[in-house]
């Protein structure tokens, strides 16, 4: 396999710390992916009009199919006295369930301003708990861009529900739970891999409020996203186990990360071997074709979803591409020692954002691909430089062996393209 | 508290963010939280501008909280006016800021900028996006119009009178070419444009603003508490028509002319092809279809003009989202004889649209999607719009051109008279079919089994008012549509008092076009249902289109 070989990791890198200016995302963006997943589950941020309209923004189109999602409006009369902003909610509730009786599970989402007036959210949800108790079940968590980075709303969501998973039977085998916000099609194939491994496997969250995995000490979880630092915890103080490994995203990444399963489990080399073989050779055959467009392109990551050093790793190890500069909101150093290991020491990784000091040393790095969000590519494209918007990469399933070359397409895709222009 | 799904206006610091963006030297310090950065890609990405908003957040997180956020602004603000060196400066906070108290006009005092300072009150919890852009360009006024020299040196008194353009913004609906529009109009009255603003206006341009003889508002939403301040202070006399349309474009000319003593033209301009458009016989057909209008009170005010007077329409419903402006849109309708709505409640908006089944809607993006799930046609006049209603082409809706662009942009979602007349006339043709979707609607054409369904399926329309969001099946995945429709139709069968359709009568229903085809079968069951008849036969039918024919 044509993975560059490095000679030491990243693992003891000091990264560049930066505080100032972010231009990132809040943790309520997480609510587009989330509702598609859990499929009887509504999100009603408590929030402002911003809330609503950063939503709108962010799902598109999308928030005309009828979405299940919306914001619970504060307004001036709210924030006059705490006591009625409960009857408030109550009747936003009442009036949303009326609306949406197939509604079983609902979030209320903390943000900036419910958080800044220390609006009782958990308070909040046991009271609706009470009131829609037995047909919708009511959790809070905070998606407020004081706490969260775009990303991390998912974490704190998974991490709310962690407390509810039924508890497993004490005395059965060990049993497999992959964490993280899935295409339902990657899902699909994954779950295919491990039964072709001979492994049960569930997958958290649930497509379905109604059918959550079952949690214990008999539980050994892989994170299939690296932005769940809370819900590990949650799940490590359920008694479950987490298996380290780097994220499955590329060839390399989803060998590894099926093998470290593969290992706990006792599955048999050659069984692993078999599972495998064919979607990594096909998956391999189909990066070649991207590696040519992307070999020795150098690239520079702005900081947005946690998902940049795992992404570093594959596009430098997979694609050859030049690493300028990693950029990453927020570095846990335990779930990402794994992906730290594989990429180039003195590679430059930044954790935070002053984006107008980021954006000095960007443009004096004049690298060919720049990953950023849509507030810096056009402006960046308009100075000549190839972007690639970040957040596709979110929206997009790129995990997995028959992912691997859409992924790499995407980041292929700009450079093609500004050649073609050029032409 | 209010529940809401869709937004048709933002914050009111987005609508701050407008007129900073919009000028060309003036940098806003916004003191908000981690994340309010999206508004950035409104205008990187739905206006496509090539450079970043001139916005420095302070993006504080919790961490913050305990500390000193006030050093927080005061830093950011500092940093602001090195990197970008502006000639003015606008300070606020976002809604969050807002309850934190921090005070950024005194912080910003505090630091003794050698540039003019604006501090921004704009409350979030009561104020809306335009209100924001509206009280921000005033306050700009206020903080930067010179008052100009009593008498003009005789060198610099100009032959031909001038004017400034107010209102023009970042993110506005057509503005880039209406201020391009009514430029030309005005350069050939006679009258000089001094400056416009806030639309590329720098700091410089705003503090001439008094100089010039007369201000035309093309957006009162953002530009009239500013030119209504300048009439006061200077005895600067501002447009009231906005030249919206054919008559209004006259009309506007005329008002000009009252204004600045020039003579008006004895004619109109070789360009202004809608009226004789509209007058052709092709467009007989458009006469009384029943138009819907929704949007900010501009552009709905001035549709509804166009709309009766100008395309034979006739106006069934009407409303818009602008409090502000909500007395003149009241009116407005008044003069169509039609109640308007005024709300920020799409889902009200949804439910008139429902009742009034028109033929055409008219209003914002949130508008299009609606009208597309009830299969009605539908033109965008307002924003919020998307990215494809900031074209690449000239497309203004002001003067003689934006009528012909008005014009086109109507009639393109209908369908044509000679279209019309062939769909009539060969009704059992296999490529004129009743389930056949007019040939620019492609998109919209359902799927052959779903024609098939829609003819033979008892009765669909109770299910609209037993299950509230109907809509919501097409985001599943097909398996589950195809579950809940079967799931819907079987209660709303049983439970319905209505009368059943005959099997005769359905297929003779499904030779309807199927652009009318709802509203003849809304119409045929009320008239049953009045009547008391158990089984619509074709007779039925046909003795409701008698009784319900225009």
Redesign the interface.
């Known amino acids: 396999m044509p993975i560059r070989a490095e000679t030491s990791g990243c693992t003891d890198v000091v990264p560049l710390v930066e505080r100032?200016?972010?231009?990132?995302?809040?943790?309520?963006?997480g609510i587009i992916w989330l509702h598609r997943k859990i499929?009887d589950a509504f999100f009603l941020v408590?929030g402002?009009?911003?809330c609503?309209?950063?939503i709108?923004?962010?799902a598109?189109?999308m928030?005309?199919?009828?979405?299940?999602?919306?914001?619970?409006?504060?307004?001036?009369r709210?924030?006059a006295g705490l006591a009625d902003?409960h009857e408030?909610?109550d009747?936003?509730v009442g009036?949303?369930l009326?609306?949406?009786p197939?509604i079983r599970l609902l979030f209320l989402v903390g943000s900036?301003?419910s958080?800044?007036?220390k609006l009782d959210l958990s308070r909040a949800a046991e009271r609706q708990n009470q009131i829609h108790h037995p047909k919708v079940r009511v959790l809070n968590y905070s998606g407020?861009?004081?706490?969260t980075?775009f990303t991390q709303g998912e974490d704190a969501c998974l991490a709310a529900m962690v407390p509810g998973l039924p508890a497993s039977a004490p005395d059965t085998a060990p049993a497999l739970m992959v964490v993280g916000t899935l295409a339902d099609v990657v899902e699909d194939q994954m779950r295919s891999l491990f039964d072709r491994m001979g492994l049960q496997v569930s997958f958290f969250p649930p497509r379905n409020s109604q059918a959550m995995p079952v949690v214990g000490p008999n539980t050994r979880y892989l994170l299939a996203q690296p932005f769940l630092a809370d819900t590990a915890r949650a799940l490590q103080s359920r008694g479950a186990q987490h298996l380290a490994a780097p994220f499955p995203l590329g060839v390399e990444g989803m060998t590894a990360w099926l093998q470290a399963a593969a290992t706990e489990f006792g599955v048999a080399p050659e069984v692993f071997e078999q599972a495998t073989a064919a979607p990594r050779q096909r998956a391999e055959k189909a990066l070649a074709v991207q590696r040519q467009m992307l070999q020795g392109q150098r690239i520079f990551f702005f900081p947005d979803s946690q998902l940049e050093i795992p992404l570093a790793r594959f596009v430098h190890r997979e694609l050859g591409m030049d690493l300028v500069e990693v950029g990453t909101p927020y570095l846990h150093r335990q779930h990402m020692a794994a992906e730290l290991a594989l990429i180039p020491a003195g590679t430059r990784i930044s954790e935070g954002q002053d984006v107008?000091l980021q954006l000095d040393r960007c443009i004096a790095d004049a690298p060919d691909l720049v990953v950023c969000?849509?507030?810096?590519?056009?402006?960046l494209?308009?100075q000549g430089i190839t972007t690639k918007w970040a957040i596709e990469l979110v929206f997009t399933p790129i995990q997995g062996y028959e992912q691997a070359a859409d992924l790499a397409g995407l980041f292929s895709r700009p450079l093609k393209r500004r050649l073609k222009l050029a032409a | 508290m209010q529940l809401t799904l869709w937004t048709y206006e933002g914050p009111p610091h987005v609508g701050a963010m407008r007129v900073a963006t919009a000028m060309t030297d003036v940098h806003y310090v916004l003191h908000a939280p981690q994340g309010d950065t999206y508004a950035d890609l409104l205008f990187t990405m739905i206006e496509r501008l090539p450079r970043r908003p001139p916005v420095t957040y302070t993006t504080f997180q919790a961490r913050d909280l305990g500390g000193d956020t006030a050093e927080l602004f005061k830093d950011a603000a500092r940093q602001a006016m090195a990197r970008f060196n502006p000639a003015a400066m606008l300070v606020g906070s976002s809604c969050t800021a807002e309850l934190i108290q921090d005070d950024p006009g005194g912080l910003a005092q505090a630091l003794q900028l050698t540039i003019p300072v604006v501090a921004l009150e704009l409350p979030s919890y009561q104020r809306k996006e335009n209100w924001g852009a509206s009280e921000t360009f005033y306050q700009l006024c206020r903080h930067l119009v010179h008052k100009p020299a009593a008498e003009k040196p005789e060198k610099l008194k100009k032959a031909r009178p001038t004017c400034n353009i107010l209102g023009p913004s970042a993110l506005g609906f057509r503005h880039r070419d209406d201020v391009k529009e009514i430029t030309q109009l005005l350069n050939q009255l006679g009258v000089d444009v001094a400056v416009v603003a806030p639309l590329s206006a720098s700091v410089a341009d705003v503090q001439k603003l008094a100089e010039a003889d007369f201000n035309v508002v093309l957006y009162p939403e953002i530009g009239l508490a500013a030119a209504q301040w300048l009439q006061r202070q200077f005895d600067q006399p501002y447009t009231k028509t906005v030249p919206l349309g054919s008559h209004a474009t006259r009309d506007f000319i005329a008002e000009v002319c009252t204004l600045t003593g020039l003579p008006q033209p004895a004619q109109d301009p070789t360009n202004a092809h809608a009226h004789w458009y509209a007058k052709s016989v092709d467009s007989t057909y458009l006469t009384g279809k029943r138009v819907y209008i929704f949007g900010d009170a501009t552009h709905v005010v001035a549709a509804a003009r166009i709309a009766s007077q100008e395309m034979g329409f006739e106006v069934v419903g009407l409303g818009s989202y602008s409090r502000e402006f909500a007395r003149e849109v009241r009116d407005c309708g008044k003069r169509y004889g039609v109640e308007a709505l005024i709300t920020d409640d799409y889902l009200e908006v949804e439910t008139q649209i429902n009742a009034l089944q028109p033929e055409l809607i008219l209003g914002t993006q949130m508008e299009r999607h609606i009208a597309k799930r009830q299969g009605i046609p539908c033109a965008v006049i307002s924003a919020p719009v998307h990215v494809q209603d900031f074209p690449a082409r000239y497309a203004p809706q002001m003067g003689f051109e934006g009528a012909n662009v008005l014009f086109d942009t109507w009639v393109h979602p209908l369908m044509m008279g000679l279209e019309e007349h062939l769909i009539g006339m060969f009704r059992e043709d296999f490529e004129f079919h009743a389930g056949a979707a007019p040939s620019h609607l492609g998109s919209t054409r359902p799927a052959a089994e779903n024609v098939a369904a829609v003819v033979t399926a008892p009765v669909p329309s109770p299910v609209a008012t037993t299950t509230p969001m109907p809509v919501s099946a097409p985001a599943r995945t097909d398996t589950l549509t195809t579950d809940s429709v079967q799931k819907v139709a079987a209660p709303a069968q049983a439970a319905s008092n209505q009368a059943t359709w005959s099997p005769e009568a359905e297929k003779e229903l499904g030779k309807i076009p199927f652009f009318v085809r709802g509203k003849a079968r809304r119409n045929t069951e009320r008239f049953a249902q009045d009547l008391g008849v158990a089984t619509i036969t074709v007779e039925t039918l046909y003795d409701a289109k008698a009784h319900f024919s225009r």
């Open positions: 100032g200016q972010r231009e990132v995302f809040c943790g309520l963006t499929q408590v402002s009009r911003t609503a309209h950063l709108q923004s962010a598109g189109v928030i005309f199919a009828e979405p299940r999602f919306g914001t619970a409006i504060i307004d001036e709210d924030l902003v408030e909610l009747r936003v009036q949303l009326a609306r949406r197939d900036c301003p958080e800044v007036i407020s861009g004081i706490e980075t107008d969000g849509l507030g810096l590519a056009n402006p494209e308009a």
